[in-house]
């Protein structure tokens, strides 16, 4: 670990693995590039009388290599190309001149294998940390979904027999034979099955749409084409992993509502309203985003969760709708829960590609 935190501080490897380095950042790499330069030819000087006009190079191949190790590969070029500029003009003879003859030619010739062998070496040293970095930090995310899919499997196992309890609930409300409610209930139980299946997403290349989805999503709360629910908004295609995780946030909010909502009582529903607009962003720019508010009316008054305490349901669709770069706002309001759900129009399709 102390390696690793080494590497990912020095400069060579912060500019690689950023998108827009500042310029001030490639000018401070630069200037200390050229002061390891002037260092090592200031020493080259200092050791002439002890060298007797041999080793012309010799301070300046570890300065290539410690330059191209820590502040990247285009600064090593440069002090490579400065290095063989004044071994050949200082230390070089005939001295204090650019004279091309066989020995100097020889002798630049070998200057330039080495420092290239040096430059290539390192940067495919370099190159190797950041593959291994890029798959260390690739197996911590796929570690991390694990983790996180299986507390939704163990969380959606306990919904399942949450909802089919309110499906219960749901279907002998509105029935007055044990026929009707069996047909009823029969129904209700495949709306929600095909619910789950849409939730495993389309085949490769298919599209549907938001309307789609919630109906799909919502009709094990027999809820789908009736007065309950009151849907609004254009026809807004999706398509790929965007169908499971508009799905997944729809069937958490649908549960949250048959259990303690507008549909946990005869009278509720719910206003399910979409628009695609503009929404500002942190860098003061702007970006096109669905926009759906979720709206329960009739039900029981919601009471928020404890400081510190939501649900996993509520978690589950912040982290959801947070995976494509969106956001959730949930508001508890007297006339029943509020959910406004930002997602940017480009992950309704991106979604896909993100995940392959």
């Known amino acids: ?7 990912d501080r020095l400069p060579a490897f912060v500019i690689s693995t950023q998108e827009h380095p500042s310029l001030a950042y490639w000018a401070m790499t630069y200037l200390l590039s050229l002061l390891v330069f002037i260092a090592t030819l200031a020493l080259r000087f200092w050791l002439d009388d002890y060298l007797l006009g041999t080793f012309p190079y010799v301070t300046f191949f570890p300065a290539v290599v410690v330059v191209a190790f820590i502040f990247g590969v285009p600064q090593g070029i440069m002090v490579a190309i400065l290095g063989g500029l004044a071994s050949w003009y200082f230390f070089i003879p005939p001295y204090f001149s650019f ?29 190797a940390y950041r593959a291994e970095k890029k798959a260390r930090d690739e197996m911590q995310r ?50 929600m099955a095909r ?11 298919e599209e549907t749409t938001v309307c789609v ?29 965007a169908v499971i995780l508009l799905s997944l946030v729809l069937h958490e909010l649908g549960t949250n509502a ?12 719910i206003h399910l309203s979409w628009t695609v607009g503009s929404i500002p962003q942190p860098d003061d720019s702007t970006k096109t985003a669905l926009s759906i508010c979720w709206s329960e009316w009739g ?18 669709v912040r982290r959801v709708v947070a995976a494509v770069q969106g956001s959730v706002a949930i508001t508890f309001a007297p006339s029943g829960l509020v959910a406004e759900i930002s997602i940017p129009l ?3 399709h991106d979604a896909e590609a993100e995940a392959a």
Do not use: C, W
């Open 258 to 269: 048959a259990k303690y909502g507008s549909l946990s009582v005869d009278a509720g529903e």
């Open 99 to 127: 004279d091309v003859s066989v020995s100097t030619a020889i002798a630049m010739l070998l200057y330039v294998f080495v420092v290239t062998t040096d430059i290539a070496l390192t940067a495919l040293m370099m190159g």
């Open 142 to 191: 796929l570690a991390e979904h694990q983790e996180v899919m299986a507390q939704e499997l163990d969380h959606r196992l306990k919904n399942v027999f949450a909802t089919i309890n309110a499906i219960i609930n749901l279907s002998q409300r509105h029935v007055q034979t044990v026929s009707q409610f069996a047909t009823a209930l029969r129904e209700r139980l495949n709306a």
């Open 346 to 348: 480009d992950a309704m």
């Open 1 to 7: 670990m102390r390696r690793e935190r080494f590497y």
């Open 213 to 241: 989805i919630i109906s799909k999503a919502l009709e094990p709360f027999g809820v789908a084409e009736t007065s309950r629910l009151q849907l609004s908004g254009p026809p807004v295609p999706v398509s790929g992993q």
């Open 195 to 205: 619910s789950n299946l849409l939730l495993r997403g389309l085949r490769s290349g």
């Open 299 to 316: 039900g029981p008054t919601p009471q928020p969760p404890e400081e510190g305490k939501a649900g996993f349901g509520s978690t589950l």
